[in-house]
T-cell receptor
Framework: DAGITQSPRYKITETGRQVTLMCHQT?????MFWYRQDLGHGLRLIYY???????DKGEVPDGYVVSRSKTENFPLTLESATRSQTSVYFC???????????????FGSGTRLTVV | DAKTTQPNSMESNEEEPVHLPCNHS???????IHWYRQLPSQGPEYVIH???SNVNNRMASLAIAEDRKSSTLILHRATLRDAAVYYC????????????FGTGTRLTIIP
Protein backbone atom coordinates (compact mmCIF):
# COMPACT_ATOMS: atom_id res chain seq x y z
CA ASP A 1 0.00 0.00 0.00
CA ALA A 2 1.35 3.44 -0.85
CA GLY A 3 2.22 5.67 2.05
CA ILE A 4 4.93 6.99 4.28
CA THR A 5 7.00 4.55 6.27
CA GLN A 6 9.49 5.10 9.04
CA SER A 7 12.12 2.71 10.28
CA PRO A 8 13.00 1.47 12.74
CA ARG A 9 9.85 1.64 14.84
CA TYR A 10 11.89 1.46 18.06
CA LYS A 11 15.58 2.11 18.64
CA ILE A 12 17.79 2.09 21.71
CA THR A 13 21.25 3.55 21.31
CA GLU A 14 24.10 4.67 23.52
CA THR A 15 25.24 8.20 24.13
CA GLY A 16 27.76 9.31 21.53
CA ARG A 17 26.73 6.86 18.84
CA GLN A 18 25.56 7.89 15.41
CA VAL A 19 22.07 6.76 14.52
CA THR A 20 20.00 7.24 11.37
CA LEU A 21 16.24 7.24 11.22
CA MET A 22 14.74 6.43 7.85
CA CYS A 23 11.70 7.91 6.13
CA HIS A 24 10.32 6.76 2.80
CA GLN A 25 7.26 8.02 0.91
CA THR A 26 5.73 6.59 -2.24
CA UNK A 27 3.72 9.59 -3.52
CA UNK A 28 6.63 11.62 -4.91
CA UNK A 29 5.56 14.48 -2.64
CA UNK A 30 7.83 17.49 -2.93
CA UNK A 31 7.93 18.38 0.75
CA MET A 32 9.17 16.25 3.60
CA PHE A 33 9.53 17.09 7.28
CA TRP A 34 11.01 15.73 10.48
CA TYR A 35 9.38 16.48 13.83
CA ARG A 36 10.16 15.36 17.33
CA GLN A 37 7.57 15.00 20.06
CA ASP A 38 8.36 15.27 23.74
CA LEU A 39 6.14 15.52 26.77
CA GLY A 40 5.68 19.17 27.60
CA HIS A 41 6.88 20.41 24.21
CA GLY A 42 4.48 18.95 21.72
CA LEU A 43 5.62 18.52 18.13
CA ARG A 44 8.62 20.56 17.06
CA LEU A 45 10.07 20.80 13.58
CA ILE A 46 13.67 19.67 13.20
CA TYR A 47 14.34 19.95 9.46
CA TYR A 48 12.35 20.04 6.27
CA UNK A 49 12.96 19.68 2.57
CA UNK A 50 11.20 21.31 -0.36
CA UNK A 51 12.69 18.96 -2.97
CA UNK A 52 15.63 16.68 -3.60
CA UNK A 53 18.88 18.36 -2.54
CA UNK A 54 17.01 21.24 -0.85
CA UNK A 55 16.83 21.21 2.94
CA ASP A 56 16.30 23.83 5.62
CA LYS A 57 16.39 24.08 9.38
CA GLY A 58 13.34 24.03 11.55
CA GLU A 59 12.89 25.02 15.16
CA VAL A 60 15.30 22.52 16.79
CA PRO A 61 17.99 21.45 14.25
CA ASP A 62 21.06 21.26 16.52
CA GLY A 63 22.60 17.80 16.70
CA TYR A 64 20.79 16.54 13.61
CA VAL A 65 21.76 16.15 9.97
CA VAL A 66 19.48 15.46 7.02
CA SER A 67 19.94 14.65 3.38
CA ARG A 68 17.63 14.22 0.44
CA SER A 69 19.35 12.73 -2.55
CA LYS A 70 16.10 11.15 -3.79
CA THR A 71 12.60 12.60 -3.62
CA GLU A 72 11.21 9.59 -1.80
CA ASN A 73 13.76 9.36 1.02
CA PHE A 74 14.55 11.78 3.82
CA PRO A 75 16.84 10.22 6.44
CA LEU A 76 17.55 11.95 9.74
CA THR A 77 20.93 11.36 11.36
CA LEU A 78 21.91 12.04 14.94
CA GLU A 79 25.64 12.53 14.63
CA SER A 80 26.45 11.89 18.30
CA ALA A 81 23.36 10.93 20.21
CA THR A 82 22.64 12.57 23.56
CA ARG A 83 20.06 11.68 26.20
CA SER A 84 18.18 14.88 25.42
CA GLN A 85 17.46 13.44 21.99
CA THR A 86 15.37 10.68 23.50
CA SER A 87 12.05 11.33 21.83
CA VAL A 88 9.46 10.14 19.35
CA TYR A 89 10.35 11.21 15.83
CA PHE A 90 7.77 11.73 13.11
CA CYS A 91 8.35 12.11 9.42
CA UNK A 92 5.76 13.80 7.19
CA UNK A 93 5.27 14.62 3.54
CA UNK A 94 3.03 16.89 1.51
CA UNK A 95 2.39 18.13 -1.98
CA UNK A 96 1.40 21.75 -1.88
CA UNK A 97 -1.40 22.89 -4.11
CA UNK A 98 -2.12 26.61 -4.40
CA UNK A 99 0.11 27.26 -1.43
CA UNK A 100 -1.49 24.82 0.97
CA UNK A 101 -1.59 21.05 0.79
CA UNK A 102 -4.66 19.75 -0.97
CA UNK A 103 -5.04 16.79 1.33
CA UNK A 104 -2.97 17.89 4.24
CA UNK A 105 0.32 16.60 5.48
CA UNK A 106 0.71 12.86 5.90
CA PHE A 107 2.66 11.62 8.89
CA GLY A 108 4.42 8.35 9.48
CA SER A 109 3.83 6.17 12.51
CA GLY A 110 6.93 7.44 14.28
CA THR A 111 10.22 6.12 15.62
CA ARG A 112 10.62 5.92 19.36
CA LEU A 113 14.29 6.59 20.10
CA THR A 114 15.85 6.04 23.49
CA VAL A 115 19.39 7.21 24.16
CA VAL A 116 20.98 5.60 27.21
CA ASP B 1 3.34 32.55 13.03
CA ALA B 2 -0.12 33.56 14.19
CA LYS B 3 -1.15 31.78 17.37
CA THR B 4 -4.16 29.64 18.17
CA THR B 5 -5.82 29.06 21.53
CA GLN B 6 -7.61 25.82 22.34
CA PRO B 7 -8.98 24.35 25.55
CA ASN B 8 -6.59 21.84 27.08
CA SER B 9 -9.21 19.14 27.34
CA MET B 10 -12.82 18.32 26.58
CA GLU B 11 -15.15 15.43 27.22
CA SER B 12 -18.07 14.24 25.19
CA ASN B 13 -20.49 11.36 25.28
CA GLU B 14 -20.32 8.69 22.66
CA GLU B 15 -22.67 9.12 19.70
CA GLU B 16 -23.19 12.80 20.42
CA PRO B 17 -21.84 15.74 18.40
CA VAL B 18 -18.63 17.38 19.54
CA HIS B 19 -17.70 21.00 18.98
CA LEU B 20 -14.01 21.76 19.39
CA PRO B 21 -13.31 25.51 19.52
CA CYS B 22 -10.23 27.38 18.38
CA ASN B 23 -9.46 31.07 18.73
CA HIS B 24 -7.07 32.77 16.33
CA SER B 25 -7.61 36.47 16.77
CA UNK B 26 -4.37 37.44 14.97
CA UNK B 27 -5.08 35.43 11.85
CA UNK B 28 -3.94 37.04 8.62
CA UNK B 29 -5.74 37.06 5.31
CA UNK B 30 -3.48 34.40 3.83
CA UNK B 31 -3.72 31.95 6.75
CA UNK B 32 -5.55 28.70 6.20
CA ILE B 33 -7.08 27.01 9.26
CA HIS B 34 -5.98 23.41 9.54
CA TRP B 35 -7.09 20.71 11.95
CA TYR B 36 -5.11 17.60 12.72
CA ARG B 37 -5.64 14.93 15.31
CA GLN B 38 -3.29 12.50 16.97
CA LEU B 39 -4.57 9.21 18.26
CA PRO B 40 -2.62 7.47 21.03
CA SER B 41 0.75 6.12 19.85
CA GLN B 42 0.21 7.34 16.30
CA GLY B 43 1.38 10.21 14.14
CA PRO B 44 -0.83 13.23 13.54
CA GLU B 45 -3.61 12.76 11.02
CA TYR B 46 -5.05 15.43 8.74
CA VAL B 47 -8.71 16.16 9.46
CA ILE B 48 -9.80 19.22 7.51
CA HIS B 49 -8.79 22.71 6.46
CA UNK B 50 -10.45 25.88 5.22
CA UNK B 51 -9.91 29.53 4.44
CA UNK B 52 -13.18 31.45 4.74
CA SER B 53 -16.13 29.21 3.99
CA ASN B 54 -17.37 26.32 6.08
CA VAL B 55 -16.02 22.97 4.92
CA ASN B 56 -17.30 19.42 5.17
CA ASN B 57 -15.61 16.11 4.56
CA ARG B 58 -16.14 12.53 5.58
CA MET B 59 -14.40 13.03 8.89
CA ALA B 60 -15.73 16.34 10.16
CA SER B 61 -17.04 19.82 9.47
CA LEU B 62 -15.21 23.08 9.94
CA ALA B 63 -17.20 26.17 10.83
CA ILE B 64 -15.31 29.43 10.40
CA ALA B 65 -16.51 32.66 11.96
CA GLU B 66 -17.30 35.49 9.62
CA ASP B 67 -14.39 37.58 10.97
CA ARG B 68 -12.16 34.45 10.85
CA LYS B 69 -10.97 35.04 14.40
CA SER B 70 -12.34 31.71 15.56
CA SER B 71 -13.33 28.35 14.17
CA THR B 72 -14.99 25.18 15.37
CA LEU B 73 -14.28 21.61 14.40
CA ILE B 74 -17.46 19.57 14.50
CA LEU B 75 -17.52 15.81 14.86
CA HIS B 76 -21.11 14.95 14.10
CA ARG B 77 -21.34 11.71 16.01
CA ALA B 78 -18.41 10.93 18.25
CA THR B 79 -17.16 7.39 18.64
CA LEU B 80 -14.58 5.98 21.00
CA ARG B 81 -12.11 6.01 18.11
CA ASP B 82 -12.34 9.81 18.02
CA ALA B 83 -10.55 10.08 21.36
CA ALA B 84 -7.39 11.98 20.46
CA VAL B 85 -5.54 15.25 20.75
CA TYR B 86 -6.92 17.75 18.23
CA TYR B 87 -4.68 20.49 16.91
CA CYS B 88 -5.86 23.71 15.32
CA UNK B 89 -3.07 25.21 13.19
CA UNK B 90 -2.79 28.31 11.06
CA UNK B 91 -0.87 27.80 7.84
CA UNK B 92 0.30 30.75 5.77
CA UNK B 93 0.04 29.79 2.12
CA UNK B 94 2.74 32.16 0.95
CA UNK B 95 6.22 30.73 1.20
CA UNK B 96 5.73 29.01 4.54
CA UNK B 97 5.43 25.29 4.16
CA UNK B 98 5.88 24.43 7.81
CA UNK B 99 3.13 23.37 10.18
CA UNK B 100 3.60 24.69 13.71
CA PHE B 101 1.79 22.61 16.32
CA GLY B 102 0.47 23.96 19.59
CA THR B 103 -0.62 21.88 22.56
CA GLY B 104 -4.06 20.99 21.19
CA THR B 105 -7.23 19.77 22.91
CA ARG B 106 -7.33 16.32 24.42
CA LEU B 107 -10.76 14.90 23.63
CA THR B 108 -12.10 12.14 25.84
CA ILE B 109 -15.13 10.17 24.70
CA ILE B 110 -17.31 8.77 27.45
CA PRO B 111 -19.04 5.47 26.58
Amino acid sequence: DAGITQSPRYKITETGRQVTLMCHQTWSHSYMFWYRQDLGHGLRLIYYSAAADITDKGEVPDGYVVSRSKTENFPLTLESATRSQTSVYFCASSELASGTPRNGYTFGSGTRLTVV
Amino acid sequence: DAKTTQPNSMESNEEEPVHLPCNHSTISGTDYIHWYRQLPSQGPEYVIHGLTSNVNNRMASLAIAEDRKSSTLILHRATLRDAAVYYCILHDNFGNEKLTFGTGTRLTIIP
